[in-house]
């Protein structure tokens, strides 16, 4: 901003909203720009990684084909046949001209990820596409309902803070907070599931149905969900629920609420106005650095509750070495992490007029 | 350092330490006198509870507590070695980072961002399957690798803050070089913060290598809580009436995060004095 800032004008200028607003758009460019490069650079470790951990996928398939069909083969026709394998899955180039290929079929070719090694010919962007539904379902509910629920909690005990009954839920949310997730999920299992029969605790629906918009499958889709989602809730929930206690503190202690009460305002226009939106950002940013781990942990769910997610496409995936698959699993999991927090990021504007106006 | 978090965390820490240590030989020398409670196939397996098997025995014939209580060792090992391999890259990267400027100091947090963001169990997973015969110092230390892209990035603001302090500036007037301001002037004040940083770490390795226990290619054969716990789910033990093999490792596990809780709180109080005073104010 120029000369304009120095006026003393408490309405921001004509001139002034335009800068603002270009300087929102060349954040949002160059936020874009990290996130692009982001996306590239971790692409290629996770290719490398893959590429150069040792065990050759070939061989194993291989072995798994002869342990199937029961009988061995001479060393020329399994040479041969790995060959041919090889070449099919453009495995017999040079390891930095895959690179190149991987990335051109990826970016140019519509997401062709290749086929499958273990459901050949099936294309693996098929496969993520077909377990997509199940993870991202899980993920975004659980997180979303355990960011509104720990939110509004937490905002309530630490306005309340002086009460027995918030100090006993700061020590049922710390307990819960240090619960690893799948323990969570385990005693869910073990106790809901099996011992006193409340909810189905394995499985994505009942086996005896199948899929169809009957109001039949409807319920029992949504009842297997549940348990998967609440331990998903539980642990992420009291981790907000904690961050947000927090805010709100710190935020009671500004002199801006004091001002509040002096004016005669009441106890809820200062709770929802002056403590909780201000307190609100900050949580906003929480959302977006929990993303990667709540991932990693919706994964171990899934398996956990055998739903045909991508956690368990992955670990399906990796008794074969599939390769192909693996590194699709992987690749959705960044890019939707990545994509994930620059939503939230770009998102920040919107809430917050300061960073608004001056960002 | 009066400081009642880090007290109590510690006494509660210190306490699982000499269960972890003494256990084993105290089980065996107190309960099962000439036996080897701790051998496959020296009892029939799955007994239920009883005076002579406290927690039962497990799939293999062993005595259960005897299991529990020589499992814990291995993983705070684990816990320990990948925690200090992750702060201690991520300090020294963080550092870098920190105390770079210009272009090198984006580059650095791009990369620290960058890495952040892989998700790390896949890549784990991967590496779980490729590696035939784990060791304790291999697992421990392929952990660690993936846990300094956290301690970088809450390390390198912390820096660029003590950089921009007057007194650091008064140093380099006096002439001190880049390393003696690092090691004299910027790195002792961070030391509770490393401390509690390091902390966080060792929950975080002993949560991804139970996760991956649990999820069932992990470091198969490693004797650890995360191991008797996948384990004890693979083979229903709740369902034959063998609670305790599955509730004494889940609530071991919990135990030592929750004192790792509580020293990571007094250790953030200790550091940043004005949480203590906004939370206690408000009292």
Redesign the interface.
């Known amino acids: 901003m120029t000369a304009n800032s120095s006026s003393r004008a408490a309405e921001p200028s004509e001139d002034q909203q335009q800068a603002g607003r270009r300087e929102v758009f060349q954040y949002a460019l160059r936020r874009f720009g ?1 996130y692009l ?2 996306l590239w ?2 692409i290629t ?2 290719f490398f ?2 590429r150069l ?3 050759d996928p070939m061989n194993i398939l291989l072995g798994n084909l002869t342990r199937a069909e029961g009988r061995q083969r001479d060393a020329e026709a399994a040479e041969a046949i790995i060959a041919h394998y090889r070449q099919i899955f453009g495995m017999d180039e040079p390891l930095p001209l895959q690179y190149v290929n991987y990335l051109r079929k990826a970016v140019l070719g519509g997401l062709d990820l290749g086929p499958s090694f273990v459901e050949y010919p099936a294309q693996t962007k098929d496969l993520v596409f077909r377990r997509m539904p199940w993870t991202i379902g899980i993920f975004t509910t659980s997180v979303l309902l355990a960011w509104i629920v720990g939110t509004g909690l937490g905002a309530l005990i630490g306005w309340l ?2 009460s027995r009954l918030s100090k006993l839920a700061v020590v049922i949310s ?2 819960l907070q ?3 997730v ?2 969570v999920a ?2 869910l299992i ?1 106790y809901v599931g ?2 006193w029969r409340i909810l189905p605790a394995g499985g994505p629906y009942a086996r005896h149905l199948q899929p169809e918009w009957t109001w039949e499958f409807i319920s029992s889709l949504l009842t297997h969900a549940v348990l998967p989602m609440l331990s998903n809730m539980i642990v992420i929930g009291a981790g907000f629920t904690l961050g947000m206690r ?1 805010l709100m ?2 935020v ?2 500004e002199d801006y609420l004091t001002f509040a009460r002096a004016k005669g305002l009441s106890p809820f226009t200062i709770l929802k106005d002056y403590a909780f939106r201000n307190a609100l950002i900050p949580q906003v940013t929480a959302l977006a650095i929990i993303v ?1 781990a709540t ?2 942990g919706t ?2 769910i899934e ?2 509750f055998q739903l045909p997610g991508l ?1 368990t496409l ?2 399906q995936a ?2 074969l ?1 599939d390769f192909n698959t ?1 590194q699709a ?2 690749l959705f ?2 890019f939707a ?2 994509t994930l ?1 620059l939503v939230v990021d770009l998102a920040l504007p919107l809430l917050d007029p300061r960073i608004r106006r001056t960002a | 350092m009066r400081n009642r978090s880090i007290i109590i965390g510690s006494i509660m820490l210190a306490l699982m330490i000499i269960v972890a240590l003494a256990g084993p030989s105290v089980v065996d020398q107190l309960l099962f006198p000439g036996e080897r409670p701790g051998m496959r196939g020296s009892y029939r397996p799955y007994q239920l509870d009883s005076a002579t098997h406290p927690i039962g025995t497990d799939g293999d014939g062993r005595d259960g507590l005897m299991v529990f209580v020589s499992s814990i060792w291995p993983s705070l090992q684990i816990g320990v070695i990948a925690g200090a391999t992750s702060t201690g890259l991520g300090v020294v990267i963080g550092f870098l980072a920190g105390y770079a400027r210009g272009r090198l100091d984006t580059l650095s947090r791009i990369l620290i961002d960058m890495v952040l963001v892989i998700p790390t169990l896949p890549l784990l997973l991967m590496l779980a399957a490729y590696i035939d015969r784990w060791d304790l110092y291999k697992l421990s230390l392929i952990l660690g690798l993936f846990g300094w892209s956290f301690v970088a990035r809450v390390i390198r603001p912390q820096v660029q803050s003590l950089r921009e302090r007057s007194y650091v500036d008064l140093a380099v007037l006096s002439g001190e070089n880049s390393l003696e301001i690092v090691f004299l002037e910027l790195l002792p004040p961070l030391l509770p913060y490393i401390g509690y940083v390091f902390s966080l770490s060792i929950v975080g390795s002993m949560l991804a290598e139970a996760g991956l226990q649990i999820i069932g290619l992990g470091a198969g054969g490693l004797p650890t809580l995360g191991f008797m716990i996948a384990k004890g789910f693979r083979e229903s033990v709740i369902a034959i009436g063998l609670l305790g093999q599955m509730l004494l490792p889940a609530g071991a596990l919990i135990y030592v995060f929750l004192a790792l809780n509580l020293i990571n709180t007094g250790l953030d109080e200790v550091f940043n004095p004005r949480l203590k005073t906004t939370i206690e104010g408000g009292d």
């Open positions: 990290v490069f982001t650079a971790a470790v996770a990684i893959f951990v040792p065990g803070q002086r710390t307990l240090i619960t690893p799948y323990l385990l005693g073990i099996y011992t927090a503190i710190s009671l202690g990667g991932l990693n994964f171990i398996v956990l956690g992955f670990v990796m008794g070495r693996m699993v992987v999991s960044i992490v990545l927090t």
